[in-house]
């Protein structure tokens, strides 16, 4: 766990190191997450179907109408030229249904930056962590969300931990258990409608939504969350 732990602060964008470090630390947290899905009856369909995301899930988004989540989970998608399957499997997770939350959490992520209104800049992606965190109690997402403001100017730096931080609490607090929602099957509908539903408060600054235009070849580029 410390040579992961280790790598993934020195090299953000080894995907497979921050995911090691994410098993190896949050065992624990990822038993809780599976328990919560057995309490509900959408998880244990979750648990017992274990679908994925896939290109098939990116092409199925792509033919939603507009305003709805899968065009808005396309649009993210496709604009940072993201891919639903290239996360790395969990592989240090003994129990399987355990094993299948931490899977699906980093699937989903891409799902959560859209009903959040977070992108994949520095700030937007250090709001995110910290909704996460409180949404799941993982200690990486906790980690990223206390040390990701260290990689920003001072004034961006004390907007985060003042700011940001403060809503993302709240946001990922309040809200309805996304770790019990078969995305896969709510593409079709009106995005605003469904985080009304599942009590979603979308980050309201700008600077957090990080577009294209702002992400590319920008100091404020992170790696992917």
């Given amino acids: 766990a410390a040579g992961s732990a280790v790598g993934a602060l020195l090299r953000p964008a080894r995907a497979d ?59 993210f998608m496709r604009g ?15 129990d399987d249904e355990a094993a299948y939350a931490a899977q699906r959490a980093r699937e989903v992520h891409d799902f959560w930056h859209v009903l959040f209104g ?22 990486m997402a906790m980690l990223s969300g206390l040390g990701g403001p260290l990689r920003m100017k001072a004034p961006q730096m004390a907007r985060a931990y003042t700011v940001y931080a403060p809503w993302a609490i709240r946001a990922g607090t309040r809200c309805a258990d996304l770790m019990c929602i078969y995305y896969e099957e709510r593409l079709n509908e009106d995005l605003d409608a469904l985080r009304e539903e599942l009590c979603i408060e979308p980050a309201p600054w700008p600077e957090l939504v990080g577009t294209r235009a702002t992400d590319d070849g920008s100091q404020w580029t992170a790696a992917r969350g």
Avoid: I, N, S
């Avoid at 274990?50 to 939603?64: N, V």
């Avoid at 940072?80 to 240090?92: G, K, L, Y």
């Fill in 80 to 94: 940072r030229r993201f891919e639903p399957d290239e996360r790395p499997p969990a592989r240090f997770l003994p």
């Fill in 118 to 139: 977070c992108g994949t800049t520095v700030p937007g992606e250090v709001a995110l962590k910290w909704v996460e965190a409180a949404h799941t109690g993982l200690p």
């Fill in 17 to 75: 190191l921050v995911a090691a470090l994410g098993e190896t630390t949050g065992a624990e947290a990822f038993a809780r997450l599976a328990g919560r899905m057995r309490a509900d009856a959408t998880g244990r369909r979750l648990l017992a179907e274990r679908p994925r995301l896939t290109a098939d899930t990116l092409a199925a988004a792509e033919r939603c109408a507009p305003r709805t989540l899968g065009a808005a989970y396309a649009a």
